[in-house]
């Protein structure tokens, strides 16, 4: 049963676009929603997490946005250069939890 | 600082056979927890343990076994191999006693094929 929805599955953008990625998510107990990058021949590495209490989060070109009555939260990269061209993952984690649920993951490609 | 180290990087076995892998964590990272990722099911939780205790487990046959050594080091072993367990399976380490106030931190993976 796949608690976290992640759309497209692959997205290409132009260098300097902003790409969105969309997650929703049905589990309320959820309360910690991070997003992972997987570069080819690597394991996911985290690139930024948000708590539900704030409806948006950046850290430099990423940016996570939450609407918690929707059960939703997005991910834009701005200014994507084609170094950003990866697998993005987002997941969630529950109230004292040990398990991350992911998305299916999303297949960016920035071209020059 | 070292990061998350799995070994072997590569394996092909036969179905019915039985395979080990093992995992170093991020030194002083008390929490490791194991995914298997395929291409059709995504990123899929198996276990994670915590000081030598296995505190959740996913949904996977009982084939699926893990433990953790007192160094923090761990080993997942699938028994009586079938060809859907063609995958890559991931360690993650914490150094938090509960995932969800840290960051895990992947290692690259054992990439397993079963013929």
């Known amino acids: 049963q796949q608690q976290v929805k992640q759309s497209p599955q692959s997205l290409i953008v132009q260098k300097g676009g902003i790409p969105i990625i969309n997650c929703a998510y049905e589990n309320t107990a959820f309360d910690y929603f991070p997003w992972y990058q997987q570069f080819p021949g690597k394991g996911p590495a985290l690139l930024i997490a948000i708590r539900p209490d704030v409806s948006e989060k950046k850290e430099g070109r990423f940016t996570i946005s939450f609407n918690k009555s929707a059960k939703q939260f997005s991910l834009h990269i701005m200014d994507s250069q084609p170094g950003d061209s990866a697998t993005y993952f987002c997941?969630?984690?529950?109230?004292?939890?040990?398990?991350?649920?992911f998305g299916e993951g999303t297949q960016l490609t920035v071209n020059p | 600082k070292a990061g998350v180290t799995q070994t072997p990087r590569y394996l092909i076995k036969t179905r019915g056979q039985q395979v080990t892998l093992s995992c170093s964590p991020i030194?002083?990272?008390?929490?490791v927890s194991w995914y298997q990722q395929t291409p059709g099911q995504g990123l899929q939780f198996l276990f994670e343990y915590f000081s030598e205790t296995q505190r959740n487990k996913g949904n996977f046959p009982g084939r699926f076994s893990g433990r953790q050594f007192s160094n923090s080091r761990s080993e997942m072993n699938v028994s009586t191999l079938e060809l859907g367990d063609s995958a890559l399976y991931l360690c993650?380490?914490?150094?938090?006693?509960?995932?969800?106030?840290?960051?895990?931190?992947f290692g690259e993976g054992s990439r397993l094929t079963v013929l």
């Open positions: 030194s002083g990272h008390r929490s």
């Open positions: 997941a969630a984690l529950e109230t004292s939890g040990s398990r991350l649920t």
């Open positions: 993650a380490s914490s150094l938090a006693s509960t995932v969800n106030t840290g960051e895990l931190f």
